[in-house]
C-alpha cells in the first residue's frame, strides 16, 4: 500500500542536542509538509517542499530546518531543542494542485 | 481567509448511540472540506471529503457528513457509536495556494465513548 512513513515514532533527545527526523512516502506526490503538533492543540504548519522548493512559514524558528534530497524522503533538523520543541511531528503530503493531504503516523518527540 | 470552527471541544455518547460532532465553516468561494481523525499518539487518518460533488459524504468506519451552504456548517455523524471511534476528530478547510494545499484546522473535539 502507498504510505507515508515516519521513523522513528519516539525520540527522546536532550536540551541543545541537534535531532533529526525522517519521512518517506511511496506516494511520488510533489509536496510535501512538516507539521508541529502540541498537546491538545491543531496541528502547526512549520514548511513545505514542492519538488526541491522549500517554502518556509513566516513564523517558524530559524532553529527548525529541512531537507529533501529526493522526492521520496524528507528530514527534520531541530538544531538546538528546547523544551517548548517537545510535541508530536507529523509529516503529510500532497499532490500538486491538490487539495487533499496524507499524513504519515508521526514522530513524538521528548526533549529532556 | 477561510476559517473553520468546532462547536464542541468535548462530546461524550454511550456506545450504540448515535455521534454529532458539529462543524462551521467560512469561505469566500465553494470550499473543500474534509474530517480527519486522530487516535492517541498517532497521525491524522482522513474520514471524509467535500469537494463540491455530492453534498452528502460517506467516509470511512461509518461516517458521513453533510455540506450544508446554507448554513455554512459540514456535520459529522454516525448512527451507531463504538468503542474505537473515541478519538479526537479536526474538521479542516482546504485552499490551494500555488503547486501546494493550505490546511486550516478546528481546534479539534475529543469524543469520549462509554459503555
Known amino acids: 500500500d502507498a504510505m507515508v512513513i515516519q521513523n522513528p515514532r519516539y525520540q527522546v533527545t536532550q536540551f541543545g542536542k541537534p535531532v533529526t527526523l525522517s519521512c518517506s512516502q511511496t506516494l511520488n506526490h510533489n509536496v510535501m509538509y512538516w507539521y508541529q503538533q502540541k498537546s491538545s492543540q491543531a496541528p502547526k504548519l512549520l514548511f513545505h517542499?514542492?519538488?526541491?522548493?522549500?517554502?518556509n512559514e513566516a513564523d517558524t524558528p530559524d532553529n527548525f530546518q529541512s531537507r529533501r534530497p529526493n522526492t521520496s524522503f524528507c528530514f527534520l533538523d531541530i538544531r538546538s531543542p528546547g523544551l517548548g520543541d517537545a510535541a508530536m511531528y507529523l509529516c503529510?503530503?500532497?499532490?500538486?494542485?491538490?487539495?487533499?493531504?496524507?499524513f504519515g503516523p508521526g514522530t513524538r518527540l521528548t526533549v529532556t | 481567509a477561510q476559517s473553520v470552527t468546532q462547536l464542541d471541544s468535548h462530546v461524550s455518547v454511550s456506545e450504540g448511540t448515535p455521534v454529532l460532532l458539529r462543524c462551521n465553516y467560512s469561505s469566500s468561494y465553494s470550499p473543500s472540506l474534509f474530517w480527519y481523525v486522530q487516535h492517541p499518539n498517532k497521525g491524522l487518518q482522513l474520514l471524509l471529503k467535500?469537494?463540491?460533488?455530492?453534498?452528502l459524504v460517506k467516509g470511512i468506519n461509518g461516517f458521513e457528513a453533510e455540506f450544508k451552504k446554507s448554513e455554512t456548517s459540514f456535520h459529522l455523524t454516525k448512527p451507531s457509536a463504538h468503542m474505537s471511534d473515541a478519538a479526537e476528530y479536526f474538521c479542516v478547510v482546504s485552499e490551494r495556494t500555488g503547486t501546494a494545499s493550505k490546511l486550516t484546522f478546528g481546534t479539534g473535539t475529543r469524543l469520549q465513548v462509554t459503555l
Open positions: 467535500y469537494t463540491s460533488a455530492a453534498t
Open positions: 503529510a503530503t500532497s499532490r500538486l494542485g491538490g487539495y487533499e493531504q496524507y
Open positions: 517542499y514542492y519538488d526541491k522548493d522549500f517554502n
